[in-house]
Structure formats: C-alpha cells, structure tokens
T-cell receptor, first 111, second 113 residues
Framework: EAGVVQSPRYKIIEKKQPVAFWCNPI?????LYWYRQNLGQGPELLIR????????DSQLPKDRFSAERLKGVDSTLKIQPAELGDSAVYLC?????????FGPGTRLTVL | GQQLNQSPQSMFIQEGEDVSMNCTSS?????WLWYKQEPGEGPVLLIA???AGELTSNGRLTAQFGITRKDSFLNISASIPSDVGIYFC?????????????WGAGTKLIIKP
C-alpha cells in the first residue's frame, strides 16, 4: 500500500515569491492534515480536512497561506508571498481515525 | 495552549543499552501515539495506545499508557544504530472529537560509537 506522497521534497525560493506544495494521502483516508515543523520542534497543525471540507483552519495564517482539497483526495498548500520565517518542513498526514500517517515532507528554504 | 512535557530532550547512549523516555501533561488524554522521525523524513508511527494502563510492544519497543491518563512512556531495549532519530509523543485530549494531536518536543536519541 502506498503511503502519503508529497512533492516537491525540497524547495528554495526568494522571499516574496509564491510556493505550492502537493499531497496525495493514503487511499481511503478521508482526513488530511497539513503541518509545519520547525527545526527541533514537533509538528504544528495548520489545517485539517474532512473530505473536501476544511474543518479546522484556526492555525493557518490566512493572510498568506491557503489550501484546497477540491475533490476530497489530494491537496495543495500555498504560500503567497513567502517570508523568511516560513522556512520549515511542511508535512502532510492522513488518517481514518486517531492514527495519523505522515508523508516525507517538503523542506522549504526562503532566502 | 495544551502542552506535553517530553523528556529527556536528548540521550547519548552506548549500543546495546536500554532507553527510556516519557511524556507528561496536566491534562487527561484518551490516546497516546509514539512516532520516530529520521532526518529528511516524516514521523513514522511506532505504537498507538488507547486505554489507561495499556502496555503495547512493537519488537524491541514497549510503550505504556499511564494509569492517570496524563502520561506515557516508551522503552527501547538493546538499542542498535538504526534506533537513532527523534522520538515524539503525541496525544489526543479526552473529549476532543476533532482528533487533534498535541505533540511533545521530541527526544533525540544518539548512539555513541
């Protein structure tokens, strides 16, 4: 069974540029999460989807971050414009219930 | 916000030694999950615990859900080089129907050559 797929694995951009991350969850998992992980810390939830509905986006900085999961399967997280402080690993996870399974993440570096 | 206190922050051990780490909170949890993360990868689920007092093993790993529901520990027996990584605990608060996980800050395991 394929795990959570994310792309790209690495992205380097200059500040003020836009960037997008893509995630394809485990087949059959209705719940999808986007997390941000800073160095030396645990993941921090940005947004959670149940199918195509964003049910918890309270931690998403909505002035520059947006996400979509139009068909309830794969999802895109966008940052526009990126700031230096956005440098982090962006993790996608999916679940059926309590157990969340993570993708490898996208390491973003903003210069 | 809610916090999990995970300790120790890092461990330097010899190959073959046993390892113990734990997470504590002032809040009550109904689920504890233990993850391992290696450089450049996402966290990988090791063990899931759902009942107070539950003791679950996965190979050389053993984790327990504390009786008070406010803590959990993870033990690794006879450590080997591939055990190196960062171990995270994560818990779901009692009564939280959103399945939101509260994360510890991680325990970095380093094995001395």
């Amino acid at each position: 069974e394929a795990g959570v797929v994310q792309s790209p694995r690495y992205k380097i951009i200059e500040k003020k540029q836009p960037v997008a991350f893509w995630c394809n969850p485990i087949s059959g998992h209705n719940t999808l999460y986007w997390y941000r992980q800073n160095l030396g810390q645990g993941p921090e939830l940005l947004i959670r989807y149940e199918n195509e509905e964003a049910v918890d986006d309270s931690q998403l900085p909505k002035d520059r971050f947006s996400a979509e999961r139009l068909k309830g399967v794969d999802s895109t997280l966008k940052i526009q414009p990126a700031e230096l402080g956005d440098s982090a690993v962006y993790l996608c996870a999916s679940s059926l219930a309590n157990e969340q399974f993570f993708g490898p993440g996208t390491r973003l570096t903003v210069l | 916000g809610q916090q999990l206190n995970q300790s120790p922050q890092s461990m330097f051990i010899q190959e073959g030694e046993d390892v113990s780490m734990n997470c504590t909170s002032s809040s009550i949890f109904n689920t504890w999950l233990w993850y391992k993360q290696e450089p450049g990868e996402g966290p990988v689920l090791l063990i899931a615990l759902y009942k107070a007092g539950e003791l679950t093993s996965n190979g050389r790993l053993t984790a327990q859900f504390g009786i008070t529901r406010k803590d959990s520990f993870l033990n690794i027996s006879a450590s080997i080089p591939s055990d190196v990584g960062i171990y995270f605990c994560a818990g779901q608060l009692l009564g939280d129907s959103n399945y939101q996980l509260i994360w510890g800050a991680g325990t970095k395991l380093i094995i001395k050559p």
